[in-house]
């Protein structure tokens, strides 16, 4: 047996088990149909609320390991619990989660999803998947340009 202890070894593969069994998540509940996620999210039409239900179920799982999870002194693979600190909502964030919801709501897609059903061989991923990298890509671009030229007019003296 390899001199490396059971913790680092988990840690190598817990990431893949997780994001299979995610994977496998979004598969059974329909999240990978662009059809049924189009549907649910076509409350003033034929609405199919029963991607509701999956979301009803997740935050139930989530709300019961949270609170377990909650008395450990710490996590099984880590030094100490990473919990996110608050942040201002501001123009970007905003501008994001509207990209996000349009996006979302034409194709019936969102990233998780998407690279499943990419994984299945769906077609409409496989159109998908491309050009969420492609908007990914030019979002990095555009926001690098943007904010050196943000930080180049801030280091410009003022006449």
Not at 136 to 150: E, G, I, K, Y
Request: aromatic share 10%; hydrophobic share 55%; proline share 8%.
């Amino acid at each position: 047996m390899s001199g490396r202890p059971v913790e680092a070894r988990a840690a190598r593969w817990l990431p893949l088990v997780y994001g299979l069994l995610f994977a496998l998540g979004l598969a059974v509940s329909g999240m990978v149909q662009p059809e049924k996620v189009i549907a649910f999210l076509d409350v003033l039409g034929d609405w199919d609320a029963s991607l509701a239900f999956v979301m009803v179920g997740a935050i139930g799982v989530y709300a019961v390991a949270w609170r377990r999870l909650g008395r450990w002194p710490r996590p099984l693979l880590a030094p100490r619990f990473s919990h996110p600190s608050p942040t201002r909502v501001d123009g970007r964030l905003i501008a994001g989660a509207v990209l996000f919801g349009v996006g979302w709501g034409l194709s019936g897609f969102c990233p998780g999803p998407a690279v499943v059903a990419l994984g299945a061989a769906t077609r409409a991923a496989a159109w998908f998947v491309p050009a969420m990298l492609a908007g990914m890509w030019l979002h990095d671009r555009a926001w690098r340009a943007l904010r050196v030229t943000h930080d180049e007019r801030r280091n410009q003296p003022r006449r």
